[in-house]
T-cell receptor
Framework: QKEVEQNSGPLSVPEGAIASLNCTYSDRGSQSFFWYRQYSGKSPELIMS????GDKEDGRFTAQLNKASQYVSLLIRDSQPSDSATYLCAALIKAAGNKLTFGGGTRVLVKP | GAVVSQHPSWVICKSGTSVKIECRSLDFQATTMFWYRQFPKQSLMLMATSNEGSKATYEQGVEKDKFLINHASLTLSTLTVTSAHPEDSSFYIC???????????????FGNGTRLTVT
């Protein structure tokens, strides 16, 4: 079992719709979770970090964490073509010495 | 926000030569930096953790004699790919954590990456 898992996609959404991305992690002791966006050929850029159960909103982005279910999600509201990218879920895996471990990424395509 | 600068952004070298990549934290001190590698259509894989003033910690399967890491100051880490071969062609990305933000759980900030092509 991979430590951080994501659906590879592509997730195709029409412009203006909500994109919903999911991520699960294996180590119940993990405490910190991050969403990064990566455009093709570029390095990842941080979108959101979340540490507590519940929702955290930042502009058009909402991260949700459910530690009991070991589940993290990212919602992108009013999706724009510029949101088309690969979204990487990452977790500080306690069992791996608190190393930041990435999922495989979900490719999102926003169609005008 | 925290800025991590990486240089060069791309490099082409001949097989058997060595390439040095620099990673600098511009507005904060980083006692620890991380080097990742990403092959096409794959996720980031941690290669090694660079520790200021001490030896780097390498992940399983990463050859420490091939990927030399030096972290001589609180703002600079270098990765040298020695005797590069075509299979080393990849996207190398450094990162650092700005502990000023929220202590040990602060997120990683990434450099812009270095695309290495070995011919």
């Amino acid at each position: 079992q991979k430590e951080v898992e994501q659906n590879s996609g592509p997730l195709s959404v029409p412009e203006g719709a909500i994109a919903s991305l999911n991520c699960t992690y294996s180590d119940r002791g993990s405490q910190s979770f991050f969403w990064y966006r990566q455009y093709s050929g570029k390095s990842p850029e941080l979108i959101m970090s979340i540490y507590s159960n519940g929702d955290k909103e930042d502009g058009r982005f909402t991260a949700q964490l459910n530690k009991a279910s070991q589940y993290v999600s990212l919602l992108i509201r009013d999706s724009q073509p510029s949101d088309s990218a690969t979204y990487l879920c990452a977790a500080l895996i306690k069992a791996a010495g608190n190393k930041l471990t990435f999922g495989g990424g979900t490719r999102v395509l926003v169609k005008p | 926000g925290a800025v991590v600068s990486q240089h060069p952004s791309w490099v082409i070298c001949k097989s058997g030569t060595s390439v040095k990549i620099e990673c600098r934290s511009l507005d904060f001190q980083a006692t620890t930096m991380f080097w990742y590698r990403q092959f096409p259509k794959q996720s980031l894989m941690l290669m090694a953790t660079s520790n200021e003033g001490s030896k780097a910690t390498y992940e399983q399967g990463v050859e420490k004699d091939k990927f030399l890491i030096n972290h001589a100051s609180l703002t600079l880490s270098t990765l040298t790919v020695t005797s590069a071969h075509p299979e080393d062609s990849s996207f190398y990305i450094c990162s650092a954590r700005d502990y000023r933000a929220s202590g040990g759980w602060s997120p990683l900030h990434f450099g812009n990456g270095t695309r290495l092509t070995v011919t």
